[in-house]
């Protein structure tokens, strides 16, 4: 029972398609964002890049930057960290709790993110927080942290514990064991995890819009912009945190290129 | 050995419990106590007496909850049946292009929300990418298919594509082949292929995929509010003009709550039937 081959060319359009269907409306604020008029109309008369440069120069969009980098940053970081421990946990060793803890940390996936940025204002406000980019690390995370843990589990899953236990038998303290045999073999899940760590903080929106305080992100200074009208900023800003992504995604690769070519043998 | 994997288990899972407990259990818990709260106090030193859930009967935002949960549901069932065919060639039919879609399909994800509904905006609208070039070449313009009921529904579908798309392509990727040619070898046609071997074989991927795309379209706000131009106002979105227009926390919370306990249940019994050992392939 073969797919015939007009059955594969007509699945292949339909996934072209559906490809398209998903970057439509990316190639419309792409066009939106060089065209030099103040009110945009398609077709585009007069392409120009003149709102990339006002964007850039523009002093509030340094800092939306800035802020969004920072808080996209250390949620890398502490994912990275948080979620390596929680995979060994997740998959690697049997221990009592293992089962309801796999489940506690399926919970904040589902739950709405709307939501869970108000549930954690109402609580830094109960404990006397004042709320900042410092605060919308801590909400981006309570959705992150546990999805970098399933991402790295992913690669602990595959993992031989014998490998471990052959660097005990032959001495090896629990911490060389960690250094030695642990670490390496998660790494690219790890990196991974990071990767997907800092695209899913840098494009979050529903936890930074409570959490942030006085402070904005870029999409919390798009969606502003969005329902308060047309800005030609807004296109242009639009593209550049996408460009973010896009290099963030490229590096990802070149790092996980470089590592293979270095470490032919893992 | 036994005792010290006990140990570690218990020891590598400590930081994310702790946070998950102070960052994510305990506001919900504060969000269940303000939920019992008069109206309109802004801390829990008060005597329980539940209004404000009356208040959510009272003043008809059970049409917020209906609506959110037939949008979802509407979204669910057309992600189903667009889905189910590439999900069946990612995992049956391509070979290299399945990479390719994954890819192609894992890199939305990472553009902001409301980017992409933004560009949908720019896309429907009167004067847009669509209607623009069609005027333009056929100096026949229409009106922009926006602020609507069925353009919120197409949102979702938008949004979480993904999250229908590959658990169906992991559920139908463990539909042995052998079951299929078997079926077919003795005379089955296509359609009784799919009901009676296809359907019931991929049934966890339909369920995980169905569970997942229902639970987060129904709690959405976006969708409604760029695309719908609030044509109908969803669940989410009451539960945020509460707490911010309406400074009313005990009703926020409130409405919160109707909105996590559908959620919760929902999601606590898909989590409780799901082994994730077996779905993740655990070795040993």
Same mark, same amino acid.
């Given at each position: 029972?073969?797919?015939?081959?007009?059955?594969?060319?007509?699945?292949?359009?339909?996934?072209?398609?559906?490809?398209?269907?998903?970057?439509?409306?990316?190639?419309?604020?792409?066009?939106?964002?060089?065209?030099?008029?103040?009110?945009?109309?398609?077709?585009?008369?007069?392409?120009?890049?003149?709102?990339?440069?006002?964007?850039?120069?523009?002093?509030?969009?340094?800092?939306?930057?800035?802020?969004?980098?920072?808080?996209?940053?250390?949620?890398?970081?502490?994912?990275?960290?948080?979620?390596?421990?929680?995979?060994?946990?997740?998959?690697?060793?049997?221990?009592?709790?293992?089962?309801?803890?796999?489940?506690?940390?399926?919970?904040?996936?589902?739950?709405?993110?709307?939501?869970?940025?108000?549930?954690?204002?109402?609580?830094?406000?109960?404990?006397?927080?004042?709320?900042?980019?410092?605060?919308?690390?801590?909400?981006?995370?309570?959705?992150?942290?546990?999805?970098?843990?399933?991402?790295?589990?992913?690669?602990?899953?595959?993992?031989?514990?014998?490998?471990?236990?052959?660097?005990?038998?032959?001495?090896?303290?629990?911490?060389?064991?960690?250094?030695?045999?642990?670490?390496?073999?998660?790494?690219?899940?790890?990196?991974?995890?990071?990767?997907?760590?800092?695209?899913?903080?840098?494009?979050?929106?529903?936890?930074?819009?409570?959490?942030?305080?006085?402070?904005?992100?870029?999409?919390?200074?798009?969606?502003?912009?969005?329902?308060?009208?047309?800005?030609?900023?807004?296109?242009?800003?639009?593209?550049?945190?996408?460009?973010?992504?896009?290099?963030?995604?490229?590096?990802?690769?070149?790092?996980?290129?470089?590592?293979?070519?270095?470490?032919?043998?893992? | 050995?036994?005792?010290?994997?006990?140990?570690?288990?218990?020891?590598?899972?400590?930081?994310?419990?702790?946070?998950?407990?102070?960052?994510?259990?305990?506001?919900?818990?504060?969000?269940?106590?303000?939920?019992?709260?008069?109206?309109?106090?802004?801390?829990?030193?008060?005597?329980?007496?539940?209004?404000?859930?009356?208040?959510?009967?009272?003043?008809?935002?059970?049409?917020?909850?209906?609506?959110?949960?037939? *949008?979802? #549901?509407?979204?669910?069932? %057309? @992600?189903?049946?667009?889905?189910? &065919? $590439? =999900?069946?060639?990612?995992?049956? +039919?391509?070979?290299?292009?399945?990479?390719?879609?994954?890819?192609?399909?894992?890199?939305?994800?990472?553009?902001?929300?409301?980017?992409?509904?933004?560009?949908?905006?720019?896309?429907?609208?009167?004067?847009?990418?669509?209607?623009?070039?069609?005027?333009?070449?056929?100096?026949?313009?229409?009106?922009?298919?926006?602020?609507?009921?069925?353009?919120?529904?197409?949102?979702?579908?938008?949004?979480?594509?993904?999250?229908?798309?590959?658990?169906?392509?992991?559920?139908?990727?463990?539909?042995?082949?052998?079951?299929?040619?078997?079926?077919?070898? *003795?005379? #089955?046609?296509?359609?009784? %292929? @799919?009901?009676?071997?296809?359907? &019931? $074989? =991929?049934?966890?991927?339909?369920? +995980?995929?169905?569970?997942?795309?229902?639970?987060?379209?129904?709690?959405?706000?976006?969708?409604?509010?760029?695309?719908?131009?609030?044509?109908?106002?969803?669940?989410?979105?009451?539960?945020?003009?509460?707490?911010?227009?309406?400074?009313?926390?005990?009703?926020?919370?409130?409405?919160?709550?109707?909105?996590?306990?559908?959620?919760?249940?929902?999601?606590?019994?898909?989590?409780?039937?799901?082994?994730?050992?077996?779905?993740?392939?655990?070795?040993?």
């Amino acid at each position: 029972m073969k797919t015939s081959r007009l059955a594969s060319a007509l699945l292949v359009a339909y996934g072209i398609a559906v490809l398209a269907f998903l970057y439509l409306p990316l190639v419309s604020v792409g066009l939106a964002s060089v065209s030099k008029a103040r009110y945009l109309s398609f077709p585009i008369r007069r392409y120009n890049t003149e709102w990339y440069g006002e964007a850039l120069a523009s002093d509030t969009v340094q800092g939306l930057l800035w802020i969004s980098l920072k808080v996209a940053g250390i949620v890398t970081v502490s994912s990275m960290v948080i979620g390596f421990l929680g995979a060994l946990a997740f998959a690697r060793y049997s221990w009592r709790f293992r089962k309801p803890f796999q489940k506690l940390i399926l919970l904040p996936i589902f739950f709405p993110q709307t939501v869970l940025g108000l549930a954690l204002l109402m609580w830094f406000n109960a404990l006397g927080i004042v709320p900042s980019w410092k605060t919308a690390i801590v909400a981006h995370l309570v959705w992150i942290a546990p999805i970098a843990t399933l991402i790295v589990s992913i690669r602990a899953f595959g993992f031989d514990p014998a490998l471990e236990e052959a660097a005990r038998d032959m001495g090896a303290t629990q911490w060389q064991v960690l250094r030695e045999v642990t670490i390496p073999l998660l790494m690219p899940g790890v990196v991974s995890a990071g990767l997907f760590a800092f695209l899913l903080s840098w494009g979050n929106f529903p936890l930074s819009l409570f959490t942030t305080g006085a402070d904005s992100t870029l999409p919390e200074w798009l969606f502003a912009k969005m329902i308060s009208g047309y800005s030609p900023l807004v296109p242009t800003v639009g593209m550049l945190t996408v460009a973010g992504s896009a290099g963030m995604v490229a590096a990802g690769l070149i790092l996980a290129w470089a590592l293979r070519r270095l470490r032919p043998t893992t | 050995m036994r005792r010290r994997e006990r140990q570690l288990g218990a020891l590598y899972a400590l930081p994310l419990s702790v946070f998950l407990g102070l960052t994510f259990l305990a506001p919900i818990l504060l969000v269940a106590g303000f939920s019992m709260m008069p109206e309109k106090v802004f801390d829990l030193a008060h005597m329980p007496d539940f209004s404000a859930y009356r208040t959510v009967l009272a003043q008809g935002y059970w049409k917020s909850v209906a609506w959110s949960l037939v *949008l979802a #549901a509407l979204a669910t069932l %057309i @992600l189903l049946a667009v889905c189910w &065919p $590439l =999900a069946y060639a990612m995992a049956k +039919v391509f070979r290299r292009f399945t990479l390719v879609l994954t890819i192609g399909v894992v890199m939305t994800l990472f553009v902001s929300e409301n980017i992409r509904l933004f560009g949908w905006v720019l896309t429907l609208m009167k004067g847009g990418l669509i209607e623009g070039y069609v005027r333009h070449w056929t100096g026949i313009g229409f009106d922009a298919p926006l602020y609507n009921v069925p353009v919120i529904v197409f949102g979702l579908v938008y949004v979480y594509l993904p999250f229908m798309l590959f658990p169906l392509a992991q559920g139908i990727s463990m539909v042995p082949d052998d079951a299929r040619q078997a079926a077919f070898d *003795l005379g #089955a046609t296509r359609w009784q %292929i @799919l009901r009676e071997i296809e359907l &019931p $074989l =991929a049934m966890p991927g339909i369920m +995980v995929g169905s569970l997942l795309s229902f639970v987060l379209a129904a709690g959405a706000m976006a969708e409604s509010k760029l695309l719908g131009g609030r044509a109908v106002i969803t669940i989410a979105d009451e539960v945020q003009t509460a707490f911010t227009y309406g400074q009313n926390w005990p009703l926020g919370s409130a409405l919160a709550m109707v909105l996590i306990a559908i959620i919760g249940t929902l999601a606590i019994w898909a989590i409780s039937k799901a082994d994730l050992d077996a779905m993740m392939g655990r070795k040993s």
